[in-house]
């Protein structure tokens, strides 16, 4: 199974563009004008997981941008460079890169990990952090192994064994499909047939696979590298800018207790919001919800 990076075009009312960034060529789709907002997708995912959210932000007034990261979609696939200082660097420079010198930035999953990175190692890019389903970085580094932990660990860890999740995806949409499913929670209508294989199809874009699991394995292995400790050092710092955490309750990838221990890292204002029986996909199991918390907390009284 093989696929070209124009699968990931997906049409519809937003703009794909290229732009360059930190010496590579990253896609985006981008729809509306106002204050600039950038979303970050997750594994085995890309920018087309952010398709309701463009269209409300857009219409709420803001300028949308979801990007493909570096190795998926129709990003460039170096064979280097999935370490956290160079991806959220990635980001920083697509920021730049779109005119503007500081954004909202929203992530889900390895995406939230970089909001949350980035908010630390570029704050002036920075103006506010939402993050889906995705704990401070800090806390997943220093989380200790339990019942309520188990099963996101064994995600992280299934990713480092050698060449395996590369061939599974080459093979088909199965193994896509099993991630996907294990994030649904109280949900079995979710992921859909179109879901599945828009992101199955992703994923088999020569190196696809390969680089996206990349970004796991460097943080699985931080602690062993002198880079990886100064990253783990420095994201212990206090958060300064305003953070928006979106976290279903039926997660069973990443503990709704895990995610809310975040706040202990706060210095500027933080507003945990739980959603009800949701699991680990809130922005798309329930995708108004998400964007109506979303524009309210971005245009309310206590605003970023």
Not at 82 to 100: N, W
Not at 198 to 215: K, Q
Request: proline letters at 8%; aromatic letters at 8%; one cysteine or more.
């Amino acid at each position: 199974m093989t696929a070209d990076s124009s699968c990931v075009l997906v049409p519809g009312p937003w703009e794909h563009r290229f732009v360059a960034a930190n010496g590579a060529r990253f896609h985006v789709a981008s729809l509306g004008e106002g204050p600039l907002v950038v979303l970050l997708h997750g594994f085995p995912q890309f920018w087309w997981t952010w398709r309701h959210q463009l269209q409300s932000l857009a219409e709420a007034g803001y300028r949308a941008v979801a990007m493909d990261l570096r190795g998926y979609g129709a990003s460039d696939k170096p064979p280097t460079g999935y370490d956290a200082p160079t991806l959220t660097a990635d980001v920083a420079g697509v920021i730049r890169s779109l005119g503007e010198s500081e954004a909202v930035v929203v992530g889900h999953g390895i995406g939230g990990w970089l909001a949350w990175t980035l908010s630390q190692s570029h704050p002036d890019a920075v103006r506010a952090v939402v993050s889906v389903a995705s704990p401070h970085p800090a806390d997943v580094a220093t989380a200790r192994l339990s019942l309520t932990t188990a099963r996101g660990a064994w995600s992280v860890l299934a990713m480092n064994r050698p060449w395996h999740p590369e061939r599974s995806m080459a093979r088909g949409a199965a193994y896509v499909h099993h991630v996907l499913r294990s994030w649904q929670g109280h949900d079995p209508a979710w992921p859909s047939r179109e879901e599945t294989a828009r992101y199955a199809e992703a994923m088999a874009i020569p190196f696809a696979a390969h680089s996206a699991v990349e970004g796991y394995r460097w943080l699985s292995r931080a602690r062993l590298s002198p880079a990886g400790r100064e990253y783990l050092r420095q994201i212990r710092r206090p958060v300064t800018v305003p953070v928006l955490h979106i976290h279903g309750t039926a997660d069973t990838i990443v503990a709704p207790s895990l995610a809310a221990g975040s706040a202990r890292w706060m210095q500027a204002s933080y507003q945990w919001c739980p959603l009800p029986g949701v699991g680990h996909a809130p922005h798309e199991q329930a995708p108004e919800r998400v964007s109506l918390v979303m524009i309210n907390w971005l245009q309310g009284p206590g605003s970023p």
